[in-house]
Every structure is written in C-alpha cells, then in structure tokens.
C-alpha cells in the first residue's frame, strides 16, 4: 500500500474518532493523605477536550492525501 494512501486513511480514522467522543477521558490517582502507613488516594477524572476542527482537518487532510495517493499511481 502507498505511503500516501495508508496515511490518509489514518487521518480519516482520526478524524471520524474526533468527531464521535469530541475528547479523551483519563483517570489519574492522586494522594489526599500521607500520614505513616495511613494512605488515602482520590481518583480524578481528566478530560482533554478535542475540538470539532481537529476532527474536520484530519478528515479533509486524509481525503486530500487518498486522492493525491490515487493520482500518482
């Protein structure tokens, strides 16, 4: 498979996963308390937002390179 080819496939993944969850969840644990063999941790909740233009460019980039990848071969 082309280079350009499997490249804008990747992007069209990217790009249709960014427009589905528009963020990444990720857990973090963290310590409240540290008193001796006493531990208390907290999970937190983070979120990383992806905004919608994230998800259009890689789109359109990856069906730019599909189509520049079918004109060269």
């Known amino acids: ?3 350009y080819t499997l490249t804008g ?3 069209i993944v990217i790009g249709i996963v960014a427009f589905a ?4 969840t ?3 644990r963290e310590k409240v308390v540290d008193i001796g063999p006493i531990q208390v941790t907290a999970d937190k909740t983070r979120t990383l ?4 233009i994230v998800g259009a460019v ?3 980039g990856g069906i730019v ?6 004109k060269k071969g």
């Not at 937002?49 to 919608?52: I, Y």
């Not at 390179?65 to 079918?70: A, I």
């Open 9 to 11: 496939i990747i992007l």
């Open 49 to 52: 937002p992806l905004p919608p």
């Open 58 to 60: 890689a789109l359109v």
């Open 65 to 70: 390179l599909l189509v520049m990848g079918s």
């Open 21 to 24: 969850y528009q963020g990444i």
């Open 26 to 28: 990720y857990t973090t």
């Open 1 to 3: 498979m082309k280079t």
